[in-house]
């Protein structure tokens, strides 16, 4: 069993890349894969610490895009959609372009932090600082979402319209989502901006594979699994025209059914099929290393198969 979707501290996890290993050998996990948010500075800790545990490594990354050849419907808004893009055995040189552009884009964030701050002052939410949000997220590299929800909760709980320690929706969708009430865009690259520069500055020890995470949360929004069913074929042809390798269609996010429905799709289409449990630790209870919600467990020949493709 293995599992290709993880978050440490290094994003938005609460763990760290050496208690998501050690978690893995818990698990009985053959390989596992820290896939943290736009950010590979968790490679050298993960590496040495799978090593120590005799567990295989999947060197990964999530990239946060814009997919502007697509537009889905989010709490009745139309816009392009924000595409979630897994990229296994990405290159981890610096100087390579890839971390380049990486680079830019945690620029980027931190700007949107320091202004998303202010805006929240402004509506009363005073008693965060930016030292808590960095002490929150153990450095300013790491800051997102998870950290402000959680200052929020607990400095101001009277006005986070009911959300918990262990229930921070609420505050995505009423206040600093992408639908909420104060949230701030920050300059997200295009899908096939970042699929370019991977295939035009190959590394070597063969190509990274590039995956489409969780497509349905992004893709179809609020849409009816009849026109999930009718459309998702023809978009997954379409990514592999563009040059993805890859679908996440094991993930608990959609009960078996869909996900049986996915898998084959994705089969059907000739695009590689991977998995994971999309692990962050406390800020997900409910969401384990090894496997996700709805019982979604990721076999061994997943691994095979994308190996085999590089």
């Given at each position: 069993?293995?599992?290709?979707?993880?978050?440490?501290?290094?994003?938005?996890?609460?763990?760290?890349?050496t208690e998501?290993a050690e978690?893995?050998r818990?698990?009985g996990l053959?390989a596992?894969?820290?896939?943290?948010?736009?950010t590979t500075?968790s490679?050298?800790?993960?590496?040495?610490?799978?090593?120590?545990?005799?567990?295989e490594?999947v060197?990964?990354?999530?990239?946060?895009?814009?997919d502007t050849e697509n537009?889905?419907?989010?709490?009745?808004?139309?816009?392009?959609?924000?595409?979630?893009?897994?990229v296994?055995?990405?290159?981890?040189d610096?100087?390579?372009p890839f971390q380049?552009?990486l680079?830019?884009?945690?620029?980027?964030?931190k700007?949107?932090?320091?202004n998303?701050?202010?805006?929240l002052h402004?509506a009363g939410?005073?008693?965060?600082?930016f030292?808590?949000?960095?002490?929150?997220?153990?450095?300013?590299?790491?800051i997102?979402?998870?950290?402000?929800?959680?200052?929020?909760?607990?400095?101001?709980?009277?006005?986070v319209?009911?959300?918990?320690h262990?229930?921070y929706?609420?505050?995505?969708?009423?206040?600093i989502?992408?639908?909420?009430?104060y949230?701030?865009a920050?300059?997200?690259p295009?899908?096939?901006?970042m699929?370019?520069?991977?295939r035009?500055?190959?590394?070597?020890?063969g190509r990274?594979?590039?995956?489409?995470?969780h497509?349905?949360?992004?893709?179809?929004g609020?849409?009816?699994?009849?026109?999930?069913?009718?459309?998702?074929?023809a978009?997954?042809?379409?990514?592999k025209d563009?040059g993805?390798?890859g679908?996440?269609g094991y993930?608990?996010?959609f009960?078996?059914?869909?996900?049986?429905?996915?898998?084959?799709?994705t089969k059907?289409?000739?695009?590689?099929v991977?998995?994971g449990?999309?692990?962050?630790g406390?800020?997900k209870p409910?969401?384990?290393i090894?496997?996700g919600a709805?019982?979604v467990?990721?076999?061994d020949?997943?691994?095979?198969?994308m190996?085999?493709?590089?």
């Amino acid at each position: 069993m293995i599992d290709l979707h993880t978050h440490s501290t290094h994003s938005d996890g609460t763990c760290t890349p050496t208690e998501v290993a050690e978690l893995a050998r818990r698990a009985g996990l053959r390989a596992v894969s820290l896939t943290d948010h736009d950010t590979t500075s968790s490679a050298a800790e993960m590496e040495a610490a799978c090593a120590e545990r005799g567990i295989e490594w999947v060197p990964g990354i999530e990239l946060s895009l814009v997919d502007t050849e697509n537009v889905t419907d989010r709490r009745g808004v139309i816009g392009d959609v924000h595409a979630h893009v897994l990229v296994y055995w990405p290159p981890l040189d610096p100087a390579h372009p890839f971390q380049v552009r990486l680079e830019e884009i945690r620029a980027g964030r931190k700007q949107r932090n320091i202004n998303l701050l202010e805006v929240l002052h402004g509506a009363g939410f005073t008693s965060i600082t930016f030292e808590d949000l960095v002490e929150e997220a153990k450095g300013t590299d790491n800051i997102g979402k998870p950290h402000f929800a959680k200052l929020m909760v607990e400095r101001h709980p009277d006005l986070v319209h009911g959300a918990t320690h262990d229930y921070y929706q609420p505050i995505y969708d009423d206040f600093i989502g992408d639908q909420g009430l104060y949230y701030i865009a920050r300059e997200t690259p295009p899908l096939d901006e970042m699929i370019a520069l991977l295939r035009e500055h190959p590394v070597e020890g063969g190509r990274p594979l590039i995956v489409i995470a969780h497509p349905l949360r992004n893709y179809f929004g609020e849409a009816s699994q009849e026109h999930i069913e009718r459309h998702l074929g023809a978009l997954f042809a379409r990514f592999k025209d563009r040059g993805v390798d890859g679908i996440e269609g094991y993930y608990g996010g959609f009960e078996e059914d869909m996900r049986r429905f996915v898998i084959q799709t994705t089969k059907d289409t000739g695009l590689l099929v991977t998995g994971g449990s999309d692990f962050h630790g406390a800020v997900k209870p409910g969401v384990k290393i090894a496997h996700g919600a709805h019982g979604v467990r990721v076999p061994d020949e997943v691994l095979d198969a994308m190996k085999a493709a590089r």
